[in-house]
């Protein structure tokens, strides 16, 4: 790095907030997301047994179009099911960050980065299998490219926290040690 170069140590990405703020909004924000999300399909999943009994009941004339039927709501189900474990594993996520940040943890921190990662590399990957069986849309597809640059935002400035906590829980400990001699 050349000198006079600013390092992501001290960049700070949010435009609006110092790092730290930053973050309990990030935080903040996941936990209002997910929660509303983890109801939403937590509301639906009560709604799929009832179509799949009055489906059941219904008469079709066709019997491949019956078995074609009950299998999309069953894969309804199942992806319901996903989303509402997703959906409280980022809960989770959102309150790991929240409480890292307040006792400036570089392992709490760590953790939602680790995390949030591979949420994201799921979230890419169920992107992928969307568009190779065709049922993508234009709706999903903002909602999948959202996400993504939300989520390596929310990382970028995860990152550049995580840089900071570290250098001063490294001042702490230099600072701890030269005063206990």
């Not at 509402?84 to 409480?99: A, E, K, M, P, Y």
């Not at 570089?106 to 994201?120: E, G, N, Q």
């Amino acid at each position: 790095m050349t000198p006079g170069t600013p390092s992501i140590s001290t960049v700070n990405p949010c435009c609006c907030f110092n790092l730290k703020s930053g973050a309990v909004l990030i935080g903040i924000l996941e936990l209002v997301v997910w929660s509303v999300a983890l109801t939403l399909s937590t509301l639906y999943l009560q709604t799929v047994p009832g179509l799949i009994t009055e489906y059941k009941n219904a008469e079709i004339s066709n019997e491949l179009e019956s078995k074609e039927a009950m299998n999309a709501l069953y894969s309804v189900y199942v992806v319901l099911i996903l989303c509402i474990t997703l959906s409280f594993v980022r809960l989770i996520n959102g309150t790991i960050l929240l409480f890292g940040v307040q006792r400036n943890s570089v392992r709490l921190v760590k953790t939602w980065l680790c995390l949030k990662v591979s949420i994201l590399v799921l979230t890419i990957g169920s992107f992928v299998v969307a568009l190779a069986h065709g049922t993508a849309n234009l709706a999903t597809d903002i909602f999948y490219g959202i996400n993504f640059l939300a989520s390596l935002y929310f990382i970028f400035v995860i990152l550049a926290l995580l840089k900071k906590l570290k250098v001063e829980n490294q001042k702490r400990f230099i600072r701890s040690t030269y005063f206990s001699h």
